[in-house]
């Protein structure tokens, strides 16, 4: 399947991260899962174009401080396939699209690796919309206040398969304390969607050995959907 070919490391990165950690250079180990939610908007009511105004004017947690753009998503909303990162980075914050550097790359070629293209059936949402400083982990507490958009976003979506793309993008879907480690290689489900956990493409390139790993998470996807399977 070549899929070690593909995955190249294009630059030098900063230290390894645990396989525990998502994107952020500056882990932060969740204590709370389901903290309070400050009052929002009513998103169940909300369509697109309500909800990505929502999203760029929200200030419910403090990282609307220091962002340049909330970053809602990109790609198919009538997509099947429902890829959730961390949070958008330097580069995804400037351009307002997320995965947009050296892990969306890697990620372009985790989807094209089991006949995926981005943009085409497949939506990419991460689970918060603002930077984090320095790019470190979420909080619970900024988790939690970005959870209801996301929640949006796949009731208009209404994919068939999430994959959520580190702990802190499983932790949010799945509401509860996970290490990848014990987390992927098998079906979990939000509400009524299968859902599988593997590692964030920014994890990847710091730890070479884990894509084998990886690639048997892509091939659990692609036999999902193959099958049907509702987990």
């Given at each position: 399947?070549?899929l ?15 396989e ?6 500056v ?13 929002l908007p009513a998103t ?27 970053v809602?998503?990109?790609?198919d ?9 961390e949070g958008?980075?330097?580069e ?28 085409e ?17 979420p ?6 206040a ?12 209404r994919?068939?398969l999430?994959?959520?793309l580190g702990?802190?993008a ?6 509860t ?19 599988v ?6 994890y ?7 894509k ?11 036999r ?8």
């Open positions: 399947m070549g070690g070919l593909l995955w190249k490391l294009r630059a030098p990165l900063p230290a390894a991260a645990t525990e950690q998502g994107e952020g250079s882990p932060e180990a969740p204590t709370a899962i389901n903290p309070p939610v400050a009052s169940a009511a909300m369509d697109w174009d309500a909800l990505a105004a929502a999203v760029a004017a929200c200030r419910q947690c403090g990282l609307c401080e220091g962002r340049k753009q909330a809602l998503g990109v790609g909303r009538d997509a099947d396939w429902l890829f959730v990162g958008p980075g330097a995804e914050d400037q351009r307002g699209e997320p995965f947009v550097g050296q892990a969306g790359k890697l990620l372009d070629s985790m989807l094209a690796a089991i006949g995926l293209r981005r943009g059936n497949v939506y990419i949402a991460n689970a918060v919309k603002c930077r984090p400083p320095g790019n470190r982990t909080t619970p507490e900024e988790m939690a970005c959870r209801p958009y996301l929640e949006r976003q796949i009731e208009l979506i994919p068939k999430i994959v959520a702990r802190p499983a932790q949010t879907l799945l509401l304390e996970v290490k990848i480690g014990a987390a992927r290689g098998r079906l979990h489900r939000y509400r009524d969607i299968p859902l956990v593997t590692y964030h493409p920014a990847l390139l710091r730890n070479l050995p884990d084998a790993r990886a690639w048997e998470d892509l091939c659990l996807m692609r999902t959907m193959r099958l049907g399977d509702r987990g």
